[in-house]
């Protein structure tokens, strides 16, 4: 999105190498939602109905393959999922207003000592990060998360800072790397960055 962004004002000239270079880096991640929003992110940025049509193919494609690679592995981590969820809601209620704190997510989930579908122990945060906001913020720090997010909504100006948007709810109702990694962050707040930047005045 950065890339197509980058050459918004003349984007049938994108640079093949560049575009090519992007969807590698991207699938050699293995992230599934990654994989899926790099597909559906051009229902946002490309305007024809051939692409429309040849991203709805690969979204489909590539639900398809990674059910039947792995089923198994799939049912596992909706699972584990599921589990972090509702772990999070009773953490929550510890103390709702102000949260457990930042950063004591997992002491915390270590202390109701889940075991998951393989007979692992599970202590991982949960993959969503308005819920972990929740319940290591409580609901002051909800609300304030929250109200970034609409003040995004309300800077939005073209697709592609709407695509960017959308990719960012959506990775974080999804996982949680946009608050626990490094990278992470850095990519969240470089892509809020970009949506709440106003446009460069042409000096000429």
């Known amino acids: 999105?950065?890339?197509?962004?980058?050459?918004?004002?003349?984007?049938?000239?994108?640079?093949?190498?560049?575009?090519?270079?992007?969807?590698?880096?991207?699938?050699?991640?293995?992230?599934?939602t990654g994989i899926t929003l790099l597909f559906l992110s051009s229902f946002l940025l490309l305007s024809s109905v051939r692409n429309?049509?040849?991203?709805?193919?690969?979204?489909?494609?590539?639900?398809?393959?990674?059910?039947?690679?792995?089923?198994?592995?799939?049912?596992?981590?909706?699972?584990?999922?599921?589990?972090?969820?509702?772990?999070?809601?009773?953490?929550?209620?510890?103390?709702?207003?102000l949260g457990i704190g930042p950063a004591n997510f997992l002491p915390s989930l270590a202390n109701l000592n889940l075991i998951n579908i393989s007979q692992v122990r599970l202590i991982q945060p949960v993959h969503n990060i308005f819920i972990l906001t929740l319940v290591e913020n409580g609901i002051i720090g909800f609300a304030l998360f929250t109200y970034l997010f609409i003040a995004l909504a309300q800077s939005v100006n073209s697709k592609f800072k709407l695509a960017l948007l959308l990719l960012l709810v959506v990775f974080g109702m999804s996982d949680h790397f946009l608050l626990t990694l490094h990278q992470g962050r850095m990519i969240a707040a470089l892509a809020s960055a970009y949506v709440l930047s106003s446009p460069i005045k042409d000096k000429n």
């Open 52 to 97: 429309f049509v040849l991203a709805a193919i690969g979204v489909l494609v590539t639900i398809v393959l990674v059910l039947y690679v792995s089923p198994d592995f799939q049912f596992t981590t909706i699972a584990e999922r599921i589990t972090l969820i509702n772990a999070s809601l009773v953490l929550a209620q510890k103390n709702p207003i």
């Open 1 to 32: 999105i950065f890339l197509c962004a980058s050459f918004s004002r003349n984007i049938k000239n994108l640079d093949v190498f560049a575009k090519l270079l992007a969807i590698i880096a991207a699938v050699l991640t293995f992230s599934k």
